[in-house]
């Protein structure tokens, strides 16, 4: 297969002629496995997608992560994570933002982030799209990282930054909570929804990508919690506050990101080492299906802080 690619707005690329039904020789894998690492988004359309063909694309970039939750998972294909709309479930997603309902919106975050090990990446499939709204916003931090001045850049090679999970967007400390009003159903702790107790990591703020070598700002808003140790590089405690508001605006520009509006037949894939991503959500009772394959980290980028 030969491929051209051409820029998505913003970040990341379109690759044109690719054939998910053909098969994929040494040549081909490879340089789908270039693109991943040079562009770090990467988008294909028109795509005859079955989960076959999903998992079998999705292993040219690294080991699948099994799915620990049952009930999202396929039986057949246990790498397949089926992200369906149910209306049963809805209103456990629903918050309000300016008096409006929205089912499953997310801030921007890398999966896995919190656990200090995120997933190397991932691929999402369009099986039932939303008319409007339900858009995927892809940032690329590695682009983040080269538009910093360069004072900030040294600063930030030399401090950590902490992430804290938690159940209760309000208690997140740098998402925009203007307008926002959690749903009547919303968990409240993490076993509500029989997840773990997560403990607070730490990452550099900047990560040297282990593959690539680029450098990544690791900063996004979801779970940001604090810089350690702030008066180590100098810095008063609100100082620290001031430079990690100042760190998620600058990831909040335009200028870094891509939302995707799905049509049937598109893929995405992106390196979660290296962008972060966002959805938008829907007003209630949209019908949506996405299959999504997920490639395992496997190397650690944060630590577990103790005490
Ligand atoms: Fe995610």
Same mark, same amino acid.
């Given at each position: 297969?030969?491929? /051209? !690619?051409?820029? $998505?707005? +913003? ?14 020789? *040494? ?26 063909? @999903? !998992? ?14 049952? /009930?999202?998972?396929?039986?057949? &294909?246990?790498?397949? =994570?089926? $992200? ?5 479930? *809805? @209103? ?20 896995? #982030? &919190?656990?200090?090990?995120? +997933? ?13 709204? %339900? ?27 902490? &992430? ?9 400390? =740098? ?5 926002? *009003?959690?749903?009547? &159903? ?6 509500? !929804? +029989? ?13 040297? #990508? ?11 808003? @979801? =779970?940001? /919690?604090?810089?350690?140790?702030? #008066?180590?590089?100098?810095?008063? +405690? ?10 998620? /605006? ?9 939302? #995707?509006?799905? @049509? ?20 209630? %009772? ?22």
């Amino acid at each position: 297969m030969s491929f /051209e !690619i051409s820029p $998505l707005e +913003n970040v990341g690329v379109e690759v044109q002629g690719f054939d998910i039904t053909a098969e994929f020789d *040494e040549d081909t894998a490879a340089t789908l496995v270039e693109l991943f690492d040079e562009h770090g988004i990467l988008l294909f359309r028109g795509q005859d997608v079955t989960p076959e063909r @999903q !998992i079998a694309f999705s292993r040219l970039f690294g080991q699948l992560e099994m799915h620990p939750i049952k /009930e999202t998972t396929s039986e057949d &294909y246990p790498e397949l =994570f089926m $992200l369906a709309s149910n209306p049963e479930q *809805e @209103q456990y997603l629903t918050a309000y933002y300016d008096g409006e309902p929205v089912v499953s919106r997310l801030d921007w975050h890398m999966d896995l #982030h &919190y656990t200090g090990k995120p +997933n190397r990446g991932a691929v999402l499939t369009a099986v039932v799209c939303a008319e409007e709204d %339900g858009l995927t916003g892809f940032g690329d931090l590695a682009r983040a990282w080269d538009a910093l001045d360069a004072d900030t850049q040294a600063l930030l090679e030399t401090i950590e930054v902490t &992430y804290a999970f938690s159940m209760q967007r309000k208690h997140m400390r =740098f998402v925009n909570l203007e307008g926002y *009003e959690p749903g009547p &159903y919303s968990p409240r702790k993490p076993s509500d !929804i +029989n997840y773990p107790n997560f403990p607070e990591v730490a990452y550099p703020a900047m990560v040297m #990508h282990p593959v690539t070598g680029r450098k990544v700002l690791e900063i996004c808003e @979801q =779970f940001l /919690e604090r810089v350690v140790a702030p #008066h180590e590089a100098g810095l008063s +405690n609100d100082e620290a506050v001031d430079l990690l508001e100042r760190l998620v /605006e600058h990831t909040r520009q335009p200028e870094f990101h891509y939302f #995707h509006h799905w @049509q049937p037949g598109d893929m995405v894939l992106w390196d979660n080492w290296r962008a972060m991503h966002c959805a938008t959500g829907t007003r209630p %009772g949209i019908e949506r299906v996405i299959h999504r394959t997920t490639i395992t980290g496997d190397t650690a980028l944060g630590r577990v802080v103790n005490g």
